[in-house]
């Protein structure tokens, strides 16, 4: 059995040793998710909490062991049917190995926990030096960041190391990560379906974003039976700059439609499937053409491992796209798997 699988269940079930944490409604659920993720998604207002700093620490044991006990005390609660799948979702990810990669690479996280007085220098130091430990460890269970992530942590680091009068302390560590990074060798297939487990991993991602349980196959058949794809469409959007938030985020916000409150930072506390599903009917046809090259493009690199070079060429084939647009929406796809898959009720629209 592969051996973030055995780690992963033997911290659930000694997490389910200790009493649940009880709250009184999902928004306090939101509030103890938004202050534990503080330094992946950094908050709007202060919020005040109970929760340690060393609980806040990106994907430590004690951050690890906190959110299992927060998700366990949110499916307790009586949730409405969106809520429920969201929580399912929530607990489902915490089966796959994202521990073994706690500096996300589309975030930079120490930079966060500079601007953050919560935080003392020595334990940012601290945490890049678990950040080597968590990377070396994932080594070993053959689980190795692609090669856009490793050259968006490596971008991170330089950024940082080039602002003045930083802590020694940090200055060191990220010394260390950056030599680290230097001789990492990234793994082959830039989606999910080069880790172990990936192919699973991805399959939850597609189940939650498209509200289906439809196998890839399946929804890559659906995708190539639309009529837009009889032609190249036009796609007039432009995006660019950091992949802070998802393209699909920026697309709502652009179009200024309500974003319906989720619990999921990545999400930044958006439930993005159920705001695109209220929105569908106003979408236009280039926006169409675009989301469904997108879900294709999307299968294409973490379902039959397509390369960058495979993914940017398939959406201009299909969208009237730049090469920079290009370049930028296939490394959202895969900072974001499946969240393209938020428009699949495309799918159930006459072409």
């Known amino acids: 059995m592969i051996k973030y699988v055995g780690i992963s269940l033997l911290m659930l079930l000694t997490g389910c040793s200790e009493p649940a944490i009880e709250y009184s409604d999902i928004e306090q659920v939101k509030q103890q998710l938004k202050v534990q993720n503080e330094f992946l998604q950094p908050l709007d207002t202060s919020l005040s909490s109970e929760v340690a700093l060393d609980n806040k620490l990106p994907f430590s044991e004690s951050y690890l062991q906190t959110r299992h006990e927060i998700y366990r005390s949110l499916r307790a609660m009586d949730l409405t049917q969106p809520q429920q799948k969201l929580a399912d979702y929530l607990s489902i990810s915490e089966r796959f190995p994202a521990r073994y990669f706690p500096w996300p690479a589309h975030i930079n996280v120490v930079e966060n926990m500079l601007s953050n007085d919560s935080i003392t220098d020595q334990k940012i130091a601290q945490w890049i030096g678990f950040t080597i430990k968590q990377l070396s460890l994932g080594l070993e269970s053959k689980l190795k960041l692609n090669k856009i992530e490793l050259n968006s942590l490596k971008s ?10 930083i802590d020694q302390d940090i200055s060191a560590a990220l010394i260390n990560l950056s030599q680290y990074l230097s001789t990492y060798t990234p793994r082959g297939s830039v989606g999910l379906h080069g880790l172990p487990n990936g192919a699973s991993w991805y399959q939850s991602k597609l189940n939650y974003f498209a509200q289906k349980t439809d196998a890839p196959l ?7 039976n639309r009529s837009e794809f009889s032609k190249q469409q036009i796609y007039t959007q432009i995006f660019d700059g950091e992949h802070s938030v998802s393209l699909l985020e920026e697309w709502l916000m652009l179009n200024s439609f309500e974003l319906i409150a989720g619990l999921d930072w990545e999400q930044s506390y958006y439930n993005l499937p159920l705001s695109v599903s209220s929105h569908i009917e106003k979408m236009s046809d280039s926006d169409k053409a675009f989301w469904l090259a997108m879900m294709e493009t999307d299968l294409g690199v973490h ?4 390369t960058v070079q495979q993914a940017k060429v398939n959406l201009q084939k299909r969208v009237q796209l730049s090469n920079n647009q290009a370049a930028y929406a296939v490394e959202n796809l895969i900072y974001f798997p499946a969240f393209s898959f938020s428009f699949a009720p495309i799918l159930d629209s006459n072409p």
Do not use: D, F, P, R
Not at 218 to 224: P, V
């Open 218 to 224: 399946t929804w890559l058949a659906k995708i190539q």
């Open 303 to 306: 379902y039959h491992a397509w």
């Open 156 to 165: 991170h680091v330089a950024k940082l190391e080039k602002i003045k009068g």
